[in-house]
């Protein structure tokens, strides 16, 4: 990788620009006696495998409840929005996905603009993210020496972000192709899509995650007078229909043996392994093929404990009451992360979004795009900025993590990544 070392100064040409996006993308679904009937099946495969093996780990129960491939809740039906289960920062406009995109460009600039550039992102939910970051890469010049990597375990998703992305897609038959789906842009600009992190080529790339790792497997431990004990979830033998219950294993597991910190303080921990492994590879990916990624997510550095948790209609719901039919979540610990992949990257963050949004210049670009927009448009565009950046929403909940090679040190110490520190 041949770097040139020099900072820019592109945030104010961007936030100068002038196109307003469209507004809310609300989709309906309406599908609720479908959801009912695939809920009471997911759960009885699960009440036959309680009662086969034993009870199970919490992060195999949340394993199976979103991503089982027949009633798995991300697998068949759109969660996100006005009528799903719950709104995402991309879904709120077109600003947070600007800002994303102008700190990428930014850090792909002061590194030397390395081609080609792959943008990964894993999660992509409807699409609205990337379809952001293209469009502000194309108004800087930036479209032969990009392609687009997506990582989405969903076929219902992955159609969708087809339909946001794409002009035409096709699925190859060839069993040898590590994608599974293949599209390009209006601009002509590739689009891949893969089931893990694994298959995407290994290159210079960008990384990008929002909300997607709060949505991967955590298991559960509790501090004990016998030592660390995972949680586990068994079946309540005493409720007459199907009905689920925590139990804290008697002796240690695995899990419980591995993952626990020599030295931790808290007295229940929450464990995303699944996460660590992506982090794992993600490090030797950047520290060999170089790169550099940017997480957001609800979080916190290592001080939270039971977060464990689910959502329906936008509405807290208990993560053990018809599984499938509400989204399982637990915050990111960002601390473990950084524990994941020290001996190889540099970590920025966590830093909270509002932070994160306000040293990227939104409110500049806000009123920019005020100016430029009708009533409905204003309303959404500042219903959208005050949800994604104000204290008691989702401005200090939601975290900004980045990670760049160790050979970058001297580079980023003279010149700072950007939203992560006041410049
Ligand atoms: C909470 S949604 C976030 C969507 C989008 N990033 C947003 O913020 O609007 C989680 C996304 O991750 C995908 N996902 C969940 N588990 C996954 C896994 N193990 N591998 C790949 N994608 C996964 C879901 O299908 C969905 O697209």
């Given at each position: 990788m041949v770097l040139n070392f020099k900072k820019l100064q592109i945030i104010p040409t961007y936030l100068n620009l002038k196109y307003p996006k469209t507004s809310?993308?609300?989709?309906?679904?309406?599908?609720?006696?479908?959801?009912?009937?695939?809920?009471?099946?997911?759960?009885?495969?699960?009440?036959?495998?309680?009662?086969?093996?034993?009870?199970?780990?919490?992060?195999?129960?949340?394993?199976?409840?979103?991503?089982?491939?027949?009633?798995?809740?991300?697998?068949?039906?759109?969660?996100?929005?006005?009528?799903?289960?719950?709104?995402?920062?991309?879904?709120l406009g077109q600003l947070f996905g600007e800002m994303v995109a102008i700190w990428c460009f930014n850090e792909w600039q002061k590194i030397g603009s390395p081609i080609?550039?792959?943008?990964?992102?894993?999660?992509?939910?409807?699409?609205?993210?990337?379809?952001?970051?293209?469009?502000?890469?194309?108004?800087?010049?930036?479209?032969n020496e990009v392609s687009l990597h997506l990582v989405e375990v969903s076929p219902y998703l992955s159609q969708m972000q087809a339909q946001t992305l794409?002009?035409?897609?096709?699925?190859?038959?060839?069993?040898?192709q590590l994608y599974y789906q293949l599209g390009t842009t209006a601009k002509n600009i590739p689009v891949f899509w893969y089931n893990s992190i694994q298959d995407v080529p290994r290159q210079f790339s960008c990384f990008l995650a929002h909300e997607f790792?709060?949505?991967?497997?955590?298991?559960?431990?509790?501090?004990?007078?016998?030592?660390?004990?995972?949680?586990?979830?068994?079946?309540?033998?005493?409720?007459?229909?199907?009905?689920?219950?925590?139990?804290?294993?008697?002796?240690?597991?695995?899990?419980?043996?591995?993952?626990?910190?020599?030295?931790?303080k808290r007295d229940h921990v929450e464990v995303c392994a699944e996460g660590g492994v992506i982090l794992q590879h993600l490090a030797t990916r950047l520290e060999e093929d170089g790169g550099f990624a940017l997480f957001a997510d609800y979080g916190h550095d290592g001080s939270k404990t039971d977060t464990f948790r689910g959502f329906r209609d936008h509405q807290l719901h208990d993560a053990l009451v018809d599984?499938?039919?509400?989204?399982?979540?637990?915050?990111?610990?960002?601390?473990?992360?950084?524990?994941?992949?020290?001996?190889?990257l540099l970590t920025f963050g966590p830093v909270t979004q509002r932070e994160f949004l306000k040293r990227m210049g939104i409110d500049?670009?806000?009123?920019?795009?005020?100016?430029?927009?009708?009533?409905?448009?204003?309303?959404?565009?500042?219903?959208?900025?005050?949800?994604?950046?104000?204290?008691?929403?989702?401005?200090?909940?939601?975290?900004?993590?980045?990670?760049?090679?160790?050979?970058?040190?001297?580079?980023?110490?003279?010149?700072?990544?950007?939203?992560?520190?006041?410049?």
């Open positions: 809310f993308k609300f989709i309906n679904n309406g599908e609720q006696s479908k959801i009912k009937k695939e809920s009471i099946s997911l759960a009885r495969q699960l009440q036959a495998k309680i009662k086969s093996t034993g009870p199970i780990s919490v992060a195999e129960y949340m394993k199976e409840v979103l991503t089982n491939p027949v009633s798995g809740y991300y697998m068949h039906r759109n969660v996100i929005g006005g009528n799903g289960d719950f709104i995402t920062s991309p879904e080609p550039l792959q943008l990964v992102e894993m999660g992509p939910g409807h699409g609205s993210l990337a379809e952001d970051v293209l469009r502000v890469f194309d108004r800087f010049g930036v479209r794409c002009e035409k897609t096709i699925r190859p038959s060839e069993p040898t790792f709060d949505a991967l497997p955590i298991h559960k431990f509790q501090r004990t007078e016998a030592g660390w004990r995972e949680i586990l979830i068994d079946i309540d033998p005493a409720a007459d229909t199907v009905k689920f219950r925590y139990v804290i294993s008697r002796m240690s597991t695995p899990a419980s043996k591995v993952l626990i910190k020599a030295d931790e599984p499938g039919s509400a989204d399982l979540t637990a915050d990111v610990d960002f601390s473990y992360f950084k524990t994941c992949t020290e001996d190889k500049i670009r806000l009123q920019i795009l005020l100016k430029n927009c009708d009533e409905k448009q204003r309303e959404n565009l500042l219903l959208g900025y005050h949800m994604m950046v104000d204290q008691d929403k989702m401005g200090e909940r939601f975290k900004l993590f980045s990670l760049f090679p160790s050979v970058l040190k001297e580079h980023l110490i003279r010149f700072p990544v950007t939203g992560f520190a006041d410049s």
